[in-house]
C-alpha cells in the first residue's frame, strides 16, 4: 500500500513538474551529420536543462536552402519558433516585419553588459533602424589563402602586405609556364562578382557599398575610392592577371592545391575541402592586404533571434545568453564553428588552432554585408555592375552611378 501511494505521489510530482516546465523550440541548421550537432545535441543544451530544471530546449533541424521557405511559411501562419540561430542576411528583413524582439530594448541591462564583448562586424548584422534584433552566434570571414611554393619559385618570400603589393604580386605570379602563349598559372582567382567576393577589395580601397547607416548609396556605392576598386580588378582581369570567372574550369581551392592560383580570398571551411581532396597539400592564411581603407573583408556567419511570438521571453534571453558564452563558443570551436566574442586570440583552444587566430583578427575589421532588409536585391544589383564593368565592358564609374541609381530607389522604401 505504501509502495502504491508513494509511487502516486511520485507520479502526480513529476506530472506537476511537467506541467511547471516551460518548453523552448530552437530552430537551427546545423547539419546532422556534423560536429556541431552532435556537440549542440549531447552536450550543449542538456548542461542548459541542467541548469535550468524548468525549461525543455526542443532543437528543431531545418536544413539551410528551406529553412527560408520555412520562415515564409511561419510568417504567414504567425507560428514561429522561441529562438532561431538566423543568416545575418534575415535578421534585417524579419526585424522590419516586426517579428523579432528587439533585445536591447527588452532587456537593456543585460545586452548593455554583454553588446562590447562580440566582435563588431558580427554584432552589426543584428542591428535595424535603432535597435538589435539578435546577437551573433557563430561567424565567419574570408582571408587571403597564398601558395608558398608558387611564391618561392617566384622569389617571393612572404604574402603581400599591402595593396600595391598584392597587385605588384598577382602580375609576378601570373605565368605561361609552356609557351603556347596562354596563361596556365594565374596570380589571383575567385568564385563571382558579387559582395561576397568583391567586398574585401571595395573596402580595403577605401570605398563603400551603403553609408553608416544603410540609408544611401549614392556617393558610397560610386565614390571615387569605390570605383578604384573597380578600376584595378577589371584592369587585372582584362590583362589576364585574374583567372577567368565562372567559366567552367578547376575549380578555385582545387586550383589552388594543384598550384594553378597562387593566391584567393577564402572562409575558414576552406581547409576542409582541400584537405579532403589534397591530404599533402600545403596551406597558408594571411590578412587580406591593406589598402587606403585598411584590411577589410567581409562577415559571414549566423546570429541568435527570439520571435517577439514566444510566452517565454525571459527563458529564451537565458538560452541566448548561454549560447553565447564564453564557455560555449570555445566548446563550439573545438568542432569548428568559429566564435563570436573579442579576446578569444589568447585562449588555448585557440591559440593552437591551425588557422582561427588569423581569421578572428581578420575579423576584428570585417564588413558585414550591408544589413538591409533589401540586401538580396542590393546584392544582385552590385553582382550585376561588377559583371558589366569586367566582363561587359562597362567603364567602372558608368557602372556604379547606375548602381547607386537603382540602389537608391530600393532604399527610398523603407525611409
Known amino acids: 500500500m505504501k509502495k502504491t501511494f508513494f509511487l502516486v505521489i511520485s507520479l502526480l510530482v513529476s506530472v506537476f513538474i511537467l506541467a511547471q516546465m516551460k518548453e523552448l523550440i530552437f530552430w537551427h541548421s546545423y547539419s546532422t551529420t556534423s ?78 553588459k554583454i553588446k562590447e564583448t562580440f566582435l563588431p562586424g558580427p554584432l552589426s548584422t543584428n542591428y535595424w533602424k535603432g535597435n538589435y534584433y539578435g546577437v551573433p552566434l557563430d561567424t565567419n570571414t574570408r582571408v587571403l589563402l597564398w601558395n608558398k611554393k608558387m611564391f618561392e619559385e617566384a622569389g617571393l618570400k612572404e604574402p603581400p602586405n599591402t595593396m600595391e603589393e598584392f597587385i605588384e604580386y598577382i602580375k609576378i605570379l601570373t605565368k605561361d609556364v609552356d609557351g603556347d602563349g596562354e596563361n596556365d598559372q ?43 576598386a573597380l578600376k584595378i580588378f577589371r584592369e587585372l582581369y582584362e590583362q ?37 581532396q589534397y591530404p599533402e597539400a600545403e596551406i597558408n592564411f594571411a590578412l587580406v592586404p591593406q589598402g587606403k581603407g585598411g584590411s577589410r573583408s567581409v562577415v559571414g556567419g549566423e546570429d541568435i533571434v527570439i520571435f517577439n511570438s514566444t510566452k517565454y521571453k525571459e527563458e529564451s534571453w537565458e538560452f541566448v545568453k548561454y549560447m553565447t558564452s564564453k564557455e560555449v563558443q570555445l566548446k563550439f570551436a573545438t568542432v569548428g564553428q568559429m566564435p563570436v566574442l573579442k579576446g578569444l586570440l589568447d585562449e588555448p ?65 523603407y525611409k
Open 240 to 276: 589576364g592577371y585574374i583567372a577567368p570567372i565562372g567559366g567552367g574550369g578547376i575549380g578555385v581551392l582545387e586550383g589552388y592545391a594543384e598550384g594553378i592560383y597562387a593566391m584567393t580570398f577564402d572562409g575558414p571551411w576552406a581547409w576542409s575541402i582541400i584537405k579532403g
Open 35 to 112: 560536429g556541431e550537432y552532435k556537440l549542440l545535441t549531447k552536450e550543449i543544451i542538456p548542461e542548459f536543462e541542467k541548469a535550468h530544471p524548468e525549461i525543455k530546449v526542443t532543437e528543431v533541424q531545418v536544413p539551410y536552402d528551406e529553412m527560408r521557405k520555412r520562415l515564409i511559411v511561419s510568417t504567414a501562419a504567425a507560428q514561429y519558433p522561441d529562438v532561431m540561430r538566423m543568416d545575418i542576411i534575415w535578421v534585417p528583413q524579419f526585424a522590419d516585419i516586426g517579428v523579432l524582439l528587439a533585445i536591447d530594448k527588452e532587456f537593456p541591462q543585460d545586452f548593455a
Open 186 to 228: 594565374w596570380g589571383f582567382a575567385d568564385t563571382g562578382f558579387g559582395p561576397w567576393n568583391s567586398i574585401p577589395w571595395i573596402y580595403s580601397f577605401g570605398g563603400q557599398i551603403l553609408d553608416t547607416t544603410n540609408s544611401k548609396a549614392e556617393g558610397y556605392v560610386n565614390s571615387s575610392e569605390s570605383v578604384e
Open 349 to 413: 583552444e585557440i591559440k593552437v588552432h591551425l588557422f582561427f587566430p588569423v581569421y578572428l583578427e581578420q575579423l576584428e575589421t570585417a564588413v558585414a554585408r550591408s544589413p538591409h532588409p533589401a540586401w538580396n536585391e542590393i546584392n544582385d544589383i552590385m553582382d550585376s555592375a561588377w559583371q558589366n564593368s569586367v566582363i561587359g565592358g562597362v567603364d567602372p564609374k558608368k557602372s556604379l552611378d547606375n548602381a547607386a541609381k537603382e540602389i537608391e530607389k530600393i532604399l527610398q522604401k
